[in-house]
């Protein structure tokens, strides 16, 4: 009689630790994430071509000013700052780069696509910083081509008259970096506040009054009021392109521009470090 081998059975494979993801990876996540969002490629089209436009307007409207004032009365020729930025149009960019900005994060909420990136990523707080460095790329790529077209369509307008004036000149450059910074500043805001609030509606509301609405409770008749006002996003952007001196027989407060950068650059650092802290002590 024959024995049976004892055969023995097959041992699972140990199980392969995942290498941590690296930060790197979570920057290419984030932009593809970024780039599936359908609605964000036609809204910045949309946004650079409207900001350019009200730009080119101003400035045609300025050119017909100039056209009608004569050769006696022109004066020599000046930067213009609110033809090459008009309010209207980069009060409806920061609008729109801060809703992006919070879509950013606010859309892994709805969809329940959060869970799935802290499963794979626990360190919540990298996750934040990759979508912040993102969103700061992308802004400030965007913000520059349009405070560069605008300045330039602008200027190409009023030289027609020789009214323009090159980048050269005291004060365009100021203007133009700020300009170029209110994008990403705003999208980093609108970021921050989308980590916190997590919900679409309130998130945009929240968003659009911190922007643009807040500032405007505030007077500059009184040294208080005015120091909240000048803590602003909108009112250092306003301040920095402004090229001309504060007029001292003027009763309101008046922004100084260390100041004015120093909340370009407080705002999106408060924003971003807060949705770290939150993010690491909520439950998704």
């Excluded at 605008?150 to 004060?171: C, D, E, R």
Aim: include cysteine.
């Amino acid at each position: 009689m024959t024995s049976l081998a004892s055969v023995s059975p097959a041992t699972a494979p140990a199980p392969v630790a995942e290498p941590p993801a690296r930060f790197g990876d979570l920057l290419a996540s984030e932009w593809i994430k970024m780039r599936s969002l359908r609605s964000t490629p036609w809204t910045i089209t949309l946004i650079v071509l409207f900001v350019i436009g009200s730009a080119a307007t101003a400035a045609l409207a300025d050119y017909d000013n100039v056209a009608g004032s004569g050769p006696s009365t022109r004066q020599p020729p000046d930067f213009l700052p609110f033809d090459a930025y008009p309010p209207a149009g980069y009060m409806t960019l920061m609008l729109v780069a801060g809703s992006i900005g919070a879509i950013t994060a606010v859309s892994e909420y709805s969809s329940g696509l959060i869970r799935t990136t802290t499963v794979a990523v626990p360190a919540r707080a990298s996750v934040v910083a990759a979508k912040a460095v993102v969103t700061a790329a992308l802004w400030t790529t965007v913000g520059t081509v349009i405070s560069t077209g605008s300045f330039l369509v602008s200027q190409a307008i009023l030289n027609g008259h020789h009214a323009g004036v090159p980048v050269t000149h005291p004060g365009v450059f100021r203007a133009l970096v700020a300009s170029a910074l209110l994008a990403p500043v705003c999208a980093l805001i609108g970021l921050g506040l989308g980590v916190l609030i997590r919900h679409s509606a309130a998130t945009m509301v929240t968003s659009a009054f911190t922007l643009l609405m807040l500032p405007t409770l505030f007077s500059r008749s009184e040294r208080w009021s005015a120091d909240i006002n000048h803590a602003m996003p909108v009112t250092a952007w306003k301040r920095l392109v402004q090229n001309w001196p504060p007029d001292p027989e003027s009763l309101a407060y008046t922004a100084t521009v260390p100041g004015s950068w120093t909340v370009y650059a407080l705002w999106p650092l408060i924003a971003v470090a807060l949705a770290v802290v939150v993010v690491r002590h909520r439950d998704v």
